[in-house]
């Protein structure tokens, strides 16, 4: 694999800690701020909500810039709202910067993911994809738990400034490792004009892989953004452990984005027939065994590769559905993303106030995970997607349709 998709994962682990860190912080964020927890985690909602209209925005705006240029633009404006977030004195202003965030790391995903998938053969989209989520797995295995470390050690804010200090070598790499040369869209280059590209929001496939990709996903962040109630009240451990468990979910979905990525390209099927009805009896299992440590450090391992393995397969399938739209694709893909990861909290912040407590975010997993399925079950059942499991052509990789 080229060198620059490894410099584009660098990049990648400094935008997945940002956006992930606050799950281990909501709780000393809500304090400072004055705030309930629910409502500091509407702070994880505000970003994917940015992430979702910020990813086609930002790809339409930067469509015809070097992605050199694109990318670095959008890493100044990251480390710019960092800096905000970080001496700021209200929730209302760290909301906005986190929105503004959100349009920095839209961008720069949706430029990632197109660039990316052209560094590669059409067959090993998904290859890359794993590659470049990688880099969003590792952020969850050491970037997330150190800024919970750090912000226990020395206040919350200061994993704001950590981050926008990462972004200094994050841009070296890019400088370094992605060519400043092709422009992006248009003049000659023989890409397809925006209106063609939007035009390919009609494909059905595409619509209902990015549904899909949503409601996933949508599950994973209900669950993973109040994980930390789930570990200090239901198991009852001390805060420290947040860290542990988080390191356990981080560890497992860069495990499951490996093996996804490596099945994503010839066997999407396989990985979504195991795949999916195990999520979904994980996110049970994990709502009726909480209570017990050890099941929950197990379980948090397993549910972070199921749910990635998953998840990045079914983004992998929205690359290939809009192969017509080669610098809009990955807008869409990031657009999917995380439509889920705003639903998802808000989903998860509302079921807080239930019965349920703090393990109804995991319910509300278990439910998302469950429609996904029945989705795709019932588009099967009636025909609505293009052949499961077909090979077009022996050479290029196999589809699926759910």
């Given at each position: 694999m080229p060198f620059a998709l490894?410099?584009?994962?660098?990049?990648?682990?400094?935008?997945?800690?940002?956006?992930?860190?606050?799950?281990?912080?909501?709780?000393?964020?809500?304090?400072?701020?004055?705030?309930?927890?629910?409502?500091?985690?509407?702070?994880?909602?505000?970003?994917?909500?940015?992430?979702?209209?910020?990813?086609?925005?930002?790809?339409?705006?930067?469509?015809?810039w070097p992605p050199r240029t694109a990318l670095l633009v959008c890493l100044l404006l990251l480390a710019t709202c960092h800096v905000?977030?970080?001496?700021?004195?209200?929730?209302?202003?760290?909301?906005?910067?986190?929105?503004?965030?959100?349009?920095?790391?839209?961008?720069?995903?949706?430029?990632?993911?197109?660039?990316?998938?052209?560094?590669?053969?059409?067959?090993?989209?998904?290859?890359?994809?794993?590659?470049?989520l990688s880099g969003t797995t590792i952020a969850t295995v050491a970037g997330v738990p150190a800024g919970a470390l750090l912000g226990t050690a020395a206040g919350w804010r200061t994993?704001?400034?950590?981050?926008?200090?990462?972004?200094?070598?994050?841009?070296?790499?890019?400088?370094?490792?992605?060519?400043?040369?092709?422009?992006?869209?248009?003049?000659?280059?023989?890409s397809p004009r925006l209106r063609a590209e939007l035009g390919q929001l009609r494909s059905h496939r595409l619509l209902l892989a990015m549904a899909l990709g949503a409601l996933v996903n949508g599950g994973t962040f209900a669950?993973?953004?109040?994980?930390?109630?789930?570990?200090?009240?239901?198991?009852?451990?001390?805060?420290?452990?947040?860290?542990?468990?988080?390191?356990?979910?981080?560890?497992?979905?860069?495990?499951?984005?490996?093996?996804?990525?490596?099945?994503?390209?010839?066997?999407?099927?396989?990985?979504?027939?195991?795949?999916?009805?195990?999520?979904?009896?994980?996110?049970?299992?994990?709502?009726?065994?909480?209570s017990n440590p050890v099941l929950l450090v197990v379980l948090a391992l397993v549910l972070g590769m199921l749910s990635f393995g998953v998840g990045s397969t079914l983004i992998a399938?929205?690359?290939?559905?809009a192969s017509g739209a080669p610098t809009m694709g990955g807008s869409y893909a990031t657009a999917?993303?995380?439509?889920?990861?705003?639903?998802?909290?808000?989903?998860?912040?509302?079921?807080?106030?239930?019965?349920?407590?703090?393990l109804a975010p995991v319910w509300v997993a278990a439910g998302l995970t469950a429609l996904a399925l029945a989705v795709m079950l019932l588009s099967r059942l009636t025909g609505g997607g293009v052949g499961v499991l077909r090979r077009e052509v022996s050479s290029r990789p196999r589809e699926v349709s759910f």
């Open positions: 490894y410099m584009l994962a660098l990049a990648v682990f400094v935008m997945g800690t940002s956006e992930f860190m606050l799950a281990g912080l909501l709780p000393a964020i809500a304090t400072d701020l004055d705030v309930t927890v629910g409502t500091a985690g509407l702070l994880t909602s505000a970003f994917a909500v940015g992430m979702v209209l910020g990813a086609p925005l930002m790809a339409a705006f930067a469509r015809r905000v977030a970080a001496v700021t004195p209200v929730f209302p202003v760290l909301l906005v910067a986190r929105v503004l965030s959100a349009l920095a790391n839209a961008g720069f995903l949706a430029v990632a993911l197109a660039t990316a998938t052209a560094l590669v053969p059409e067959d090993r989209k998904g290859r890359a994809l794993a590659i470049l994993t704001f400034w950590a981050i926008s200090l990462l972004c200094v070598p994050a841009a070296i790499g890019i400088l370094r490792g992605i060519a400043d040369s092709q422009p992006r869209a248009d003049a000659g280059t023989g669950a993973f953004t109040f994980l930390a109630p789930v570990v200090t009240e239901t198991a009852g451990l001390e805060d420290a452990w947040i860290s542990v468990v988080l390191v356990m979910f981080g560890l497992g979905s860069f495990l499951g984005v490996t093996v996804a990525g490596r099945l994503s390209d010839t066997r999407p099927g396989l990985v979504l027939a195991i795949g999916g009805p195990l999520l979904l009896a994980g996110w049970i299992a994990l709502a009726l065994a909480a399938q929205v690359l290939y559905a999917a993303l995380n439509l889920g990861a705003a639903a998802g909290p808000i989903l998860g912040a509302l079921a807080l106030t239930t019965e349920a407590a703090e």
